[in-house]
């Protein structure tokens, strides 16, 4: 999400922009776009508040990302994202100075700040609670529509369940949510979804389904089931990988290209050498270096362990690209604790970069290590944003001030690098 977003943001601003490495993790987000939900993690509190949090936030954790950046510039950069996603179909919905309301795949429900429009039909029938129907699929895995309205049934007493069979799961090998997003495009399925829905309405006055009304044609989807049972339609979050999160993806790496960015996905850095007083020179390629590229500045988005941006071995962890020295506990006994689900989190968890006010990585001495490489997301040091609830906002809001910071360097220029036929050499 924060090389997405990086990539965004710099394209937006006139500075070329290459992408290089791997982006499938986020089909593994919910396509929620969480800002602030939990503070302080070992209280568990939750806010409906995201802006309020992230005033305590920043009184009892000054080093956190977010202490660096003002209400005014994450508000901006969710603006600028969310403004790209609508207008590469994926609009989202958001109360501006508040946190929704959201039920997930298990029925319990979580805060969350922007929340992709197929699902805002969902805030509003779980604010209301009125007569709502929630539909599973046979062989669908990871979803129960029993599941759900039994957990909830508390809160909202007047919430059913039922499963139905998929059309077309005869001929599939594998009931997945991506075939099945991908046969609700299709007029004749959507028609046979709609006819096995409506004897089971029972006076409903919203219908809730699994994530996967679509993956291109999402409006046209959900317009086609409201009109034909007349009532509004929502889709609940899945377990990853998600429909939601593919079609995160789908949109960045679509649409980015019309905005001059140029992708070298699923590609590895093998080599960085200059950036002090000079440009950059990556050497990259697939299985082996391939090329080479010249960059006035890098913007490291790279993601913690998963990403591969930061590696451990049985003595540290370390930063994969620069060697840039990694915040963590001094020894590997207190990475963890000894309860896995410990409310305090794991020290682990919160190892990551330094950095200054213009989301630069710091060196040993606590200066930048190099004048124009920033870094954003996941890799900084001092916050857990899974148990924070603040990933997504997390990762937006920080590429947006290392863009910004860049933006009014005196280095304005190409970001990253490109024209490629005069910065490239092959190896």
């Known amino acids: 999400m924060a090389g ?4 965004l943001f710099a394209a937006n601003r006139g500075i070329s922009c290459v992408q ?4 499938g993790g986020i089909v593994f987000s919910s396509g929620l776009l969480d800002l602030m939900g ?4 070992r209280d568990r509190k939750s806010w409906t508040d995201p802006w309020a949090a ?10 956190h990302p977010y202490s660096r950046l003002s209400r005014a510039e994450i508000q901006a950069a969710f603006d600028e994202l969310t403004t790209f996603l609508a207008a590469s179909g994926l609009p989202y919905n958001c109360h501006q100075h508040q946190n929704s309301e959201v039920i997930t795949s298990l029925g319990t429900t979580k805060l969350s700040y922007c929340v992709p429009t197929s699902m805002w039909n969902g805030v509003q029938a779980l604010k209301e609670k009125a007569a709502c129907l929630v539909i599973g699929f046979e062989g669908m895995k990871d979803f129960s529509a029993r599941q759900i309205a039994t957990t909830i049934k508390d809160r909202w007493p007047d919430i059913q369940s039922c499963r139905l069979a998929f059309p077309g799961t005869v001929e599939l090998l594998d009931l997945q949510p991506e075939n099945m997003a991908r046969l609700m495009e299709q007029p004749t399925v959507r028609a046979e979804v709609i006819k096995r829905i409506k004897p089971l309405l029972n006076g409903a006055k919203s219908i809730g389904l699994p994530a996967i009304l679509g993956l291109n044609f999402i409006d046209g989807v959900i317009s086609d089931l409201e009109n034909e049972l007349g009532v509004p339609v929502f889709e609940i979050p899945t377990m990853p990988v998600s429909i939601p999160g593919y079609r995160l993806l789908v949109a960045f790496e679509k649409h980015l290209v019309k905005r001059g960015v140029q992708q070298l996905l699923q590609k590895k850095v093998y080599e960085v050498s200059g950036g002090l007083g000079e440009d950059f020179y990556l050497t990259i390629g697939d299985q082996s270096p391939e090329i080479r590229f010249q960059s006035k500045a890098v913007l490291l988005a790279s993601g913690r362990f998963l990403g591969k941006g930061l590696v451990a071995d049985r003595q540290e962890i370390q930063e994969a690209i620069f060697g840039l020295p990694v915040s963590q506990p001094e020894a590997r006994s207190k990475w963890y604790e000894a309860q896995f689900f410990n409310p305090n989190g794991h020290e682990a968890c919160r190892a ?6 213009q989301f630069r990585p710091l060196d040993r001495s606590a200066q930048p290590a190099y004048p124009s490489l920033y870094a954003a997301g996941s890799i900084l040091a001092h916050q857990d944003w899974t148990r924070m609830k603040c990933g997504a906002g997390l990762s937006i809001a920080s590429a947006y001030k290392a863009i910004e910071a860049f933006s009014a360097s ?3 220029g190409t970001f990253y690098n490109v024209p490629v036929k005069k910065k490239v050499e092959k190896i």
């Open 4 to 7: 997405m977003a990086a990539a």
């Open 20 to 23: 290089i490495g791997q982006t």
């Open 38 to 41: 939990v503070h302080p993690i």
């Open 54 to 63: 992230i005033r305590a936030l920043k009184q009892d954790l000054p080093q």
């Open 352 to 357: 990551g970069l330094e950095i200054d006010d």
């Open 410 to 412: 005196n280095n304005r």
